[in-house]
Each structure stands twice: as structure tokens, then as C-alpha cells.
């Protein structure tokens, strides 16, 4: 919602709004780009009335008095999501990225390659891509990048969002089960995305995992467009790819570095296996090879050339609280992570002991969302930590269900604390390491400042 009062202050409309807690980084652009903000939701700040209500899927139920001053006052509302698909995507040719894991990261990326290759793309992302410093923009070309999500839309539309953007361009990151406070089941996720899939004309392009069954289950629904397939990357990735019985483009990766760092891309067409190049970047893990692959095809059918794309991709600065260091000496290196799915949290810390296969690393891991919340997913938050050394885990006020035997079934030492203050004097004086200490805290909220207040004791104690 922040980047959509971005980009409706670029078209010159005056704008204002409402929200719960307000952190950095967004806080920090709404402020630049002279918005006014209220945290909090009270009637007083609709007055003087506006000429429009954007409304967003914030956990605003009826009988919310500033909801219900809305529903009173004759104004006219839409959601977030249509007012995106109807005011700024129309006749723009979209590029969107879906999926349970990625979609901020491959949209940074996308929208990155697209404005190395000339396009001058707008944009629309969930996180601030460090190459571009907003997450927002309207472009100056058709083409539109945007990070497409599956949660509801509104408290009057319960469609995912991503139905509205209507793509001519979607990548399919990965599909897993996720958001268990309004799908009840995959399956339910799955009817979303065949609703999306749907909408991508005959002439557009999809990129998907190959192989991948809950994927392949929404194609098995209907699909009317091509489809271009992503071998997933995996460690021991031989020269020589079996034959696919997949048609169409198959885009696969070498690994050149154990930790993503380098790899070489390959694309098999019409049974022919051609490298087209090879991708040296700051990136790590696995998922990062992926999300690049699919940059990639996504940008070759928007018609930049895929050496164009790779050479962009080394030029690719990362998004801000995706793995970003935020202090770091000899002996240590802080990083705020946006994992808070255990698929996330093992990829995130795979990949970063490939880069550091003999350094300690600590997760502090916050489970926050309304699905860990639920504890939908605490059977695999016990092995999910498994390339870290040891694990904290923060119970927040609003986690329903026992910590405890997820730490007692943790297969790396684990810890449970319950107060941000006694987190970082804990952090600030671990014994000292035999090697380098990585410390990755885990969360996607605020965590109560925890980010700041831990580079600040770090600061006070070593400088």
C-alpha cells in the first residue's frame, strides 16, 4: 500500500493514509515522497473527505469505526489491487512475479535487468531494491514490473490480488502451502493461481518450475498460454542435462561456486543445449540461481537478449532485508533477513554455509506471519534451521502454540526467549568464536527495532 501511495503521488494526485505500525525502509520513502501517514485507523482521518478510498487487505474487520465511516460516507472505494490494475497497469505490458517464495527478490531483479537493457520499466515491489532505492515507480515505457501477490485482496474482495494485473509476462517461482488464515489447503491457492493463469494471453509467456507438482497441478486445470521451463539448480548439477520431455524452452544452471555465486546458463530448445553465459554475482543459495533463471526468460520475452540480462544480473545490489549486512568487523557480520517460511529459512542458511562452510552461524528466527502464528508449519521449523549452529527462537505475543517442542526437536542447538532486550544482551556477549560469527536474524516485521538496537550494542562494546 506504501508503494501505491507512491506511485499515485507521481500521477499528481495528493494523497495521505492510514496504517498499523509503520517501519523502515517504508516509512523512510513515504517521508521522501512528502506523504502524510497515520498509524492507527480512526474516522477524524477521512476528513476533509477524499474523492477516493484506496483500501488495502489490512486487518480491518467490520464494525472498525474508520471501516465503517467509509461504508457511511457515500465516498467511492476500491482495493488496492484493482486500483493498480485499472490506473496504472492498463495498456502496459506486465511483467509479474508469483509464487510462495522470491517474488521480491525476482522483481527487483527483473525490473533491474529491464532498465540495464534501456526499457525504463515501472515497477511495483514488496521490498526496496538497492539498484533503484524505492519500490515504486511509474517507468516511462510500457513495460511494468510487478510482484504479484496471492493474498486476498480486500475486505470486500477475498480474490487473490494478482488477479487484477492481468500479465503478459509471469513467472511461477515455486507453489507451497502458505497463508493458513485465509486458505484452508493448497488446493485453495492453487484455484487463485489457475484464476491467474487464466488471464496471460495466448501471445504472453509463463516461466515455471519444471517438474514441479503443485505446480504442474494448476496447468492440469487449463493453461491457453506457452509455458517455458526452469530446471531447478542443485548442487551436484552435471554439463550434460537428460532429455526433458517438456516442449518449448528449458532454461537450466551450472554451478561455477558451491554457494550460487557463479553459474553458467543453459537453454535447451528443440533438443539442442546451448550456454549462453555465465552470471557472477553477489547472490547466494540456490534460490537465488532460480530467481535468476527466471529473470532471465522472463526479460528475453520482453526482448532483451539473455547476455544483455546476464550481464546486468552481476550488477544486481540485492533488496534491502534480504540477507542485508548490516554490520560487519573481522570477527562478525549482522544480517536482517525476510524468511518466515521454513523453505525460506533453509535456503536463506543453505546458502549462506555454502559461502561459509567453516564459519559459526546463528539464526534468530521471529514466527510471525498468521501462518507460523497457527502453527501450520512448526513440524518443519526443527530441521529447517539445519545449516545453521545454532538457533534462537522469539515468541512473540502473538504465537498460539509451544515453542518448546520445536526447540526440544531441533536437530541444531536451540534457545527460546521471549524479550527483545535480554535477546540482544544475549547476542552482544556470546562467547568469542573460533571463527567468524554470522548472526541472521529472521523475521518480517519490525521485531521491536531488535535489528538496530543489536548494531548499536555491537557498536558501544567492539566499534
Not at 60 to 86: H, T
Request: hydrophobic share 40%; charged share 20%; aromatic share 8%.
Amino acid at each position: 500500500m506504501g508503494s501505491l501511495a507512491i506511485l499515485a503521488k507521481q500521477k499528481g494526485f495528493s494523497v495521505s493514509g492510514s496504517d498499523g505500525p509503520i517501519y523502515p525502509p517504508m516509512s523512510d520513502q513515504l517521508a521522501a515522497a512528502g506523504i502524510k501517514v497515520y498509524e492507527g485507523f480512526e474516522p477524524s482521518q477521512l476528513k476533509p473527505s477524499p474523492d477516493l478510498i484506496v483500501v488495502g487487505n489490512a486487518n480491518l474487520p467490520r464494525g472498525n469505526p474508520s471501516l465503517e465511516c467509509v461504508l457511511e460516507s457515500g465516498v467511492p472505494y476500491i482495493s488496492g489491487a484493482q486500483w493498480l490494475g485499472s490506473d496504472i497497469l492498463q495498456n502496459r505490458w506486465v511483467l509479474a512475479a508469483a509464487g510462495t517464495h522470491g517474488k521480491t527478490t525476482t522483481s527487483c531483479m527483473l525490473a533491474w535487468v529491464l532498465e540495464s537493457a534501456g526499457l525504463k520499466p515501472g515497477f511495483l515491489i514488496g521490498g526496496v531494491p538497492n539498484n533503484f532505492g524505492v519500490s515504486a515507480r511509474l517507468g516511462d515505457t510500457p513495460f511494468f514490473v510487478v510482484e504479484a501477490d496471492e493474498y486476498d485482496t480486500s475486505f470486500f474482495d477475498r480474490r487473490s490480488k494478482f488477479v487484477h494485473y492481468r500479465p503478459r509476462t509471469l513467472i511461477i517461482n515455486n507453489l507451497e502451502y502458505d497463508h493458513a488464515d485465509i486458505f484452508p489447503d493448497l488446493s485453495a491457492i492453487q484455484t487463485q493461481f489457475h484464476h491467474l493463469v487464466r488471464t496471460i494471453p495466448a501471445s504472453g509467456l509463463i516461466i515455471a518450475p519444471e517438474n514441479q507438482e503443485s505446480v504442474e497441478a494448476v496447468f492440469k486445470q487449463g493453461c491457453w498460454t506457452p509455458v517455458a521451463r526452469v530446471r531447478q539448480a542443485k548442487r551436484a548439477n552435471p554439463a550434460n542435462y537428460k532429455t526433458s520431455n517438456i516442449q518449448g524452452e528449458l532454461w537450466s544452471a551450472k554451478l561455477t561456486s558451491a554457494d550460487g555465486s557463479s553459474f553458467e546458463v543453459h537453454l535447451k530448445t528443440d533438443g539442442k543445449d546451448q550456454l549462453i553465459g555465465e552470471v557472477h554475482w553477489d547472490s547466494i543459495g540456490l534460490h537465488s540461481v532460480n530467481n535468476g533463471l527466471n529473470v532471465i526468460a522472463a526479460a528475453r520475452h520482453a526482448g532483451v537478449i539473455p547476455e544483455q540480462a546476464i550481464e546486468a544480473l552481476s550488477g544486481f545490489q540485492g533488496v534491502k532485508r534480504r540477507l542485508e549486512v548490516l554490520y560487519e568487523q573481522a570477527d562478525c557480520i549482522i544480517y536482517d533477513d525476510f524468511a518466515h517460511h521454513p523453505t525460506a529459512i533453509r535456503t536463506t542458511l543453505q546458502g549462506l554455509r555454502a559461502r561459509y562452510p567453516s564459519d559459526e552461524i546463528v539464526a534468530v528466527v521471529e514466527p510471525r506471519t498468521h501462518t507460523m502464528s497457527l502453527g501450520t508449519h512448526q513440524n518443519d521449523l526443527a530441521t529447517c534451521c539445519a545449516a545453521a549452529d545454532k538457533i534462537i527462537w522469539f515468541r512473540g505475543e502473538n504465537i498460539k502454540w509451544d515453542l518448546h517442542r520445536v526447540a526440544k526437536n531441533c536437530i541444531i542447538p536451540a534457545t527460546i526467549m521471549d524479550d527483545t532486550k535480554q535477546l540482544v544482551k544475549h547476542l552482544s556477549n556470546l562467547p568469542v568464536s573460533q571463527s567468524r560469527r554470522h548472526i541472521v536474524i529472521m523475521s518480517n516485521g519490525a521485531f521491536d527495532g531488535v535489528h538496530k538496537k543489536l548494531v548499536d550494542a555491537f557498536i558501544a562494546k567492539r566499534g
